[in-house]
């Protein structure tokens, strides 16, 4: 089922970031781009804008805050550092990315925001973390039954799986599912 919704990116934005950090992680961002093609070179900063108030508005919808966050397919920072942005991670916060070159980008873009989190290179299905998640995201990742089934096994059991699927959040809902943690893990 897809639903349009239509909100305001820019008061969504001030809302949630009122220090204006998103900015700087757009000025990171362009920088890191120009090395690895973490976002298309023609992303505008009203593109980059929407795409960070896109990443928080499940935030507003679920009333999310988490003690630990794992975002999937982390590439450029979508969304996960606009979540962490916005200060709704209380706790442990993992970046995961396939890709050496994009984990090395959001390393340096973390640490020059001075997020605390962790980046690791690795792919979902090889991916053995210590702990579970508060709340797990992945976006425009292929969703496969096995990438669920370990998504399952990697929340605790009150956690929130966000899958965002479209880039254009106002012809498409994005989708969030909570999916159960089940004891026969």
């Not at 505008?44 to 499940?58: F, K, T």
């Not at 997020?115 to 508060?134: A, M």
Request: aromatic residues 8%; hydrophobic residues 35%; glycine residues 4%.
């Amino acid at each position: 089922m897809t639903r349009s919704i239509d909100f305001d990116s820019k008061e969504l934005l001030k809302r949630l970031d009122p220090d204006n950090l998103v900015s700087s992680y757009f000025d990171l961002l362009e920088k890191e781009n120009k090395r690895s093609n973490l976002v298309s070179r023609e992303t505008s900063r009203a593109d980059l804008e929407l795409l960070a108030a896109e990443s928080l508005l499940p935030l507003e919808y679920l009333e999310i805050e988490a003690k630990s966050y794992l975002d999937i397919g982390s590439g450029g920072g979508f969304p996960s550092i606009p979540i962490c942005l916005s200060g709704r991670v209380k706790g442990p916060i993992c970046l995961l990315d396939r890709s050496e070159k994009k984990s090395a980008a959001l390393r340096r873009m973390c640490f020059s925001l001075r997020l605390s989190s962790k980046v690791v290179t690795s792919e979902i299905e090889r991916f053995e973390p210590d702990d579970q998640f508060d709340l797990i995201t992945m976006r425009l990742v292929s969703l496969t039954p096995e990438i669920l089934k370990k998504v399952g096994s990697l929340l605790t059991e009150r956690g929130r799986f966000v899958y965002y699927f479209s880039c254009d959040i106002n012809n498409e809902f994005l989708s969030s599912t909570s999916y159960e943690a089940r004891s026969d893990k």
